[in-house]
């Protein structure tokens, strides 16, 4: 089973910056996206950024151009860079990773979410 593990979350003022990072372990063959999705209290999950294993990205529009997704294949990791942070960013953030396992089958894993709050 593919096990994603999140690190980076807290508590961070208006206009600061926090660096969420995961990385995905198992029988991992390959990686084709990885993502950050995020869900407030009382809201639906919603797609934050995701990369394809060649670095092409999408990113939420309310996030565009203060957030910065990237990763590393050779150690499978993703990283979330939030600049220019906002209240309304304040939610769970889960880490997302999907691909091919060793033996051919098809995975998509998610972390366990870590809690970031932007506030004064």
């Known amino acids: 089973q593919v096990r994603l593990v999140e690190s980076g979350g807290g508590l961070v003022q208006p206009g600061g910056s926090l660096r969420l990072s995961c990385v995905s372990s198992?029988?991992?063959?390959?990686?084709?996206?990885m993502a950050w999705y995020r869900q407030a209290p009382g809201k639906q999950r919603e797609l934050v950024a995701l990369i394809y294993r060649l670095g092409t990205t999408n990113y939420a529009d309310s996030v565009k151009g203060r957030f910065t997704i990237s990763r590393d294949n050779n150690k499978n990791t993703v990283t979330l860079q939030m600049n220019s942070l906002k209240p309304e960013d304040t939610a769970v953030y889960y880490c997302?990773?999907?691909?091919?396992?060793?033996?051919?089958?098809?995975?998509?894993?998610w972390g366990q979410g870590t809690q970031v709050t932007v506030s004064s």
């Open positions: 198992g029988p991992i063959f390959s990686i084709n996206t």
């Open positions: 997302n990773s999907e691909g091919l396992m060793t033996g051919g089958r098809d995975y998509r894993s």
